[in-house]
């Protein structure tokens, strides 16, 4: 009688649970059954479709009921719609968030968690049903969907305007303007130029906009008649490199001129890299060193080296932490955005700066988005209907 | 043909990345996924081509007795000495290949990261130095920042620390908010103006 006391809840709550559910979120609900007495159970349980995910994926959440013995363990059961239960995990006591990853888009699951004690089922929680599905637009994102969209929508405006051949008044970027001064010199001197391309992968975005400097800085060097060096950390990058400056040459008419063997791989350690190129420098003393890509604690060591062979040096990265080093050992310094702005500003093409005339505008877009959230935010504290417009600025900002 | 197709695989691969941001759904983020993945394998096939780019450059070097070769052979040794102790012993804990990296590669990188602490303290003489207004602000700033940060900062004057904080997340976080925010703008119009093909110079086909 007592094993059918005990086990009877647990049967009825297996083979029952559609008798038990109770209308609310994310499903059914039952009374948690301690099967023993004064044995913690899982109480308050949810079960819900994961958020923004191509389907498949449930989330179990719990609480523990704190007020009997805690148990050594606990299950999570899942009921398919035919009423077959399957035990997911076995988990350890206190735990109080599970998710189910093996799920079917469109089919409801019943979730239960059991708690174990001494190897025994000792008391079973309420249950819980969800679907699983997929989304087609991820809710966390919309807000940078439509920043992207008017981001978008001012450059290609811009590009237009550039390309009816409207003038379009550029500031000038002293880094960028020395980029020929630069070559200019080490041809003069005799000398190398050096082009160190940062230590990221082709992934990164700031190693690609280094390799569009990388094919203008090529053909000057070919133009010029200048040797050009260009050591890489990544084999990738290598193969990148040697193809824009091979185009380069090509397109300054000096193909004779390209030294493939120039272009070349050290090694993808970071200091063993920094050491290599400091190598290089001190041998080669090159006249220019060109610092452009995505960088980090070997910055300065390669900056200060370059600085003490008296090499004239153009940096560039859009890494915040390793800007004030190249500020602060070189000549020039492309700070940030600056880096990206260097195709168009050498080419002078229509195109390109039609649309780093787009990419201001929408950086005045966000000026103004940012001095409204302020205020906002700000007189928000004092009269609630600013505080949501406040919020409201902050969730079109934030990206999940 | 030659700018069409690397532009239409730009154009496409572009797309799906980010159509794979914004929609979850099938088949975007098994396409996203499945992109990425390739990248990791093709970037896998290059380090084959770095090798080889290593081993060429240094025998031609050799080879050619151009200046300090010497140094080619240190390189080469190097590279096949532990890429044969990896083969043939493995690269778990104890093994050669493990003993080799533990005890030359970790401590040579150790040495050359120490060496920023020397070039910190040359770069941050010439940057501190009192030319003008601006560099003098730089230069005080700093210092308080310093004083902030040791206990005789306190000694001196209790309010140092709070200077110190309110310079580090204050001024200093808008300064550098302000970099990524244009940083940030920058990379998106880098990839839009790559993805619908207004940049091509990567392609050598600028003009």
């Not at chain 2, 309110?166 to 550098?176: E, S, V």
């Amino acid at each position: 009688m007592t094993i059918l006391r005990g086990v009877f809840p647990l049967l009825l709550a297996l083979v029952l649970p559609g008798a038990m559910m109770a209308a609310g979120d994310g499903g059914a609900r039952v009374m948690a059954v301690p099967i023993q007495p004064n044995v913690g159970v899982a109480i308050d349980l949810t079960a819900s479709d994961n958020p923004n995910d191509a389907g498949g994926v449930i989330n179990l959440e719990w609480a523990m009921d704190s007020g009997g013995v805690e148990p050594d363990s606990i299950g999570v059961v899942r009921l398919d719609p035919s009423g077959e239960a399957d035990t997911l995990a076995v988990l350890p006591a206190g735990t109080v968030f599970y998710r189910d990853t093996t799920a079917v888009n469109g089919t409801e699951y019943t979730y239960k968690i059991v708690s174990y004690l001494g190897g025994k089922v000792a008391g079973v929680s309420e249950t819980a049903t969800a679907v699983a599905s997929a989304q087609w637009l991820h809710s966390g994102r919309i807000g940078m969907l439509v920043i992207l969209s008017i981001m978008a929508a001012l450059i290609l405006y811009y590009i237009e305007t550039g390309k009816k051949g409207k003038e379009l008044y550029i500031r000038e970027i002293g880094g960028l303007a020395a980029v020929d001064d630069a070559v200019g010199r080490a041809t003069e001197m005799g000398k190398p130029v050096l082009y160190i391309p940062g230590i990221m992968d082709m992934d990164d975005i700031q190693t690609i906009a280094s390799m569009v400097i990388l094919g203008r800085v090529a053909r000057k060097t070919a133009e010029y008649g200048t040797t050009l060096l260009v050591p890489t950390s990544r084999s990738v990058v290598m193969s990148v490199a040697q193809e824009v400056v091979k185009e380069g040459y090509l397109q300054a008419g000096r193909p004779d001129a390209y030294v493939k063997e120039n272009i070349q791989y050290l090694t993808d350690d970071q200091f063993g890299y920094a050491a290599g190129v400091d190598g290089i420098m001190v041998r080669e003393k090159p006249a220019a060193i060109f610092l452009l890509g995505t960088f980090y604690a070997e910055s300065l060591i390669l900056a200060e080296t370059g600085r003490s062979v008296g090499a004239i040096q153009i940096a560039g990265t859009a890494m915040p932490s390793q800007i004030p080093f190249f500020v602060a050992a070189c000549d020039y310094t492309l700070i940030g955005e600056e880096l990206f702005a260097a195709s168009a500003y050498l080419s002078r093409e229509p195109k390109l700066l039609g649309s780093l005339k787009g990419q201001d505008a929408a950086k005045l877009f966000f000026i103004v988005l940012i001095v409204l959230g302020v205020i906002a935010s700000t007189v928000g504290q004092f009269w609630p209907p600013m505080a949501t417009v406040a919020d409201f600025l902050r969730d079109l900002v934030t990206v999940e | 043909m030659r700018l069409v197709i690397p532009l239409a695989i730009t154009f496409t691969a572009g797309m799906i990345m980010i159509l794979n941001f914004f929609i979850p759904h099938q088949p975007f983020a098994f396409l996203g996924e499945h992109l990425q993945e390739w990248y990791m394998i093709v970037a896998s096939g290059a380090i084959f081509l770095g090798t080889a780019n290593l081993l060429h450059v240094h025998v031609r070097k050799m080879k050619l007795r151009l200046r300090n070769w010497q140094y080619s052979p240190v390189t080469i040794i190097g590279l096949v000495v532990m890429l044969i102790l990896g083969l043939i012993y493995g690269v778990e804990e104890g093994k050669p290949f493990d003993y080799l990296f533990m005890n030359m590669v970790a401590p040579m990188g150790a040495t050359m990261f120490s060496l920023l602490a020397f070039f910190v303290a040359s770069a941050a003489f010439r940057a501190f130095r009192a030319s003008n207004w601006r560099a003098t602000l730089l230069l005080s700033s700093a210092f308080l920042v310093m004083l902030g940060q040791v206990p005789i900062g306190a000694m001196i004057w209790n309010k140092i620390p709070l200077a110190k904080v309110w310079l580090m997340a204050i001024p200093n976080t808008a300064g550098q908010r302000a970099v990524m925010i244009g940083a940030a703008m920058g990379v998106v119009a880098t990839s839009l103006r790559m993805i619908f093909g207004i940049e091509r110079s990567y392609l050598g086909g600028a003009d």
